[in-house]
Nanobody, 125 residues
């Protein structure tokens, strides 16, 4: 499997970004794709996830209502739209894949077997 993130950048508070996690069509169909973020010295934090069939999505409480995860079948990506960004959203965002589908384990880092390299998001106040 191969996962590649893109779309990070620097924005002011209140701005928006769209991150993409590119993978093969088979990978996106087979696995749940999760987005996590991490800042130096902190634990990797679950952000959102979407099951392979695209029928179920999960969000952390900190991003619910501001971030949206979706699948672009034409581009073979799972995208994360970030709206209403805050300085505390600044982090390296990474996508990963898991065979899990339930609402509990998709939020756990060790559930994921393969990770992309990440894309940096910086939000200034």
């Amino acid at each position: 499997a191969q996962l590649e993130e893109s779309g990070g950048g620097s924005v002011q508070a209140g701005g928006s970004l769209r991150l993409s996690c590119a993978a093969s069509e088979r990978t996106l169909r087979t696995y749940t794709i999760g987005w996590f973020r991490q800042t130096p010295g902190k634990e990797r934090e679950f952000v959102a996830a979407m099951t392979g069939r695209g029928d179920t999505t999960y969000y952390s409480d900190s991003v619910k209502g501001r971030f949206t995860i979706s699948k672009d079948t034409a581009k073979n990506t799972v995208d994360l739209e970030l709206i209403g960004l805050r300085p505390e959203d600044s982090a390296v965002y990474r996508c990963a894949l898991t065979t899990n589908r339930d609402s509990v384990t998709v939020r756990i880092v060790r559930s994921y077997s393969f990770w992309g390299q990440g894309t940096q998001v910086n939000v200034s106040s």
